[in-house]
């Protein structure tokens, strides 16, 4: 992915937009996922209410970066704004850590709030990628935006004929997740 194309879409997207920003940071991982940075003196105006406004310029520049390179798939970019997103990603993987400990706890499975996406991968990965977690698995089920994980034994064999009630509410911290 051109890196610096991506910089200038969401500079010329903040300005049009006179959102504050002082500086771009653009980072490809290992894994394909590109991390923008943005420092502002006002990082509120850029994430917005529960994040809708970062979603809504991440959604942009990820679309006009795919027109522009006339890519067959929508890059995978995460915008952040002050540690706003990496501070949902550790909230997210610190709630898998209090599930798995109940899942060992009770040997029951558990199903997660439904969530983005992208906090899925998170979870799927933290819990894949974990050392302490490995006795551990994860899976998505349901559909739209009641999609969510369970959590489970890796020993637990077959499938179980009872089917897990989705999650609705719960106050499990997941619930102003914003991606």
């Known amino acids: 992915m051109n890196e610096a194309l991506l910089k200038d879409i969401l500079t010329g997207l903040l300005t049009f937009l006179n959102l504050p920003a002082d500086g771009l940071t653009v980072k490809t991982e ?3 996922l590109t991390r923008v ?4 003196s006002n990082p509120s105006r850029i994430i917005g209410w529960h994040g809708e406004t970062l979603n809504a310029l991440q959604h942009l520049a990820k679309s006009m970066l795919r027109a522009k390179e006339k890519l067959e798939r929508t890059p995978f970019v995460v915008l952040d704004v002050d540690g706003y ?4 990603e550790e909230k997210v993987c610190k709630i898998a850590e209090q599930k ?3 899942v060992r706890r009770t040997g029951n499975r558990v199903a997660l709030q439904p969530m983005s996406p992208y906090f899925r991968r998170i979870v799927h990965l933290y819990v894949a990628n974990n050392p302490q ?3 551990l ?4 089920v349901g559909e739209g935006d009641y999609r969510q994980i369970v959590m489970r034994m890796k020993e637990e ?12 509410s719960q106050d499990d911290g997941l ?3 914003d991606v």
């Open 30 to 32: 290992e894994d394909g």
């Open 37 to 40: 940075d943005i420092l502002s």
């Open 85 to 88: 997103r990496k501070m949902q």
């Open 100 to 102: 798995a400990d109940f």
């Open 133 to 135: 977690l490995q006795d």
């Open 137 to 140: 698995m994860t899976e998505s």
């Open 157 to 168: 064999k077959g499938e179980r004929s009872e089917e897990l009630s989705p999650v609705i």
């Open 175 to 177: 619930e102003n997740l």
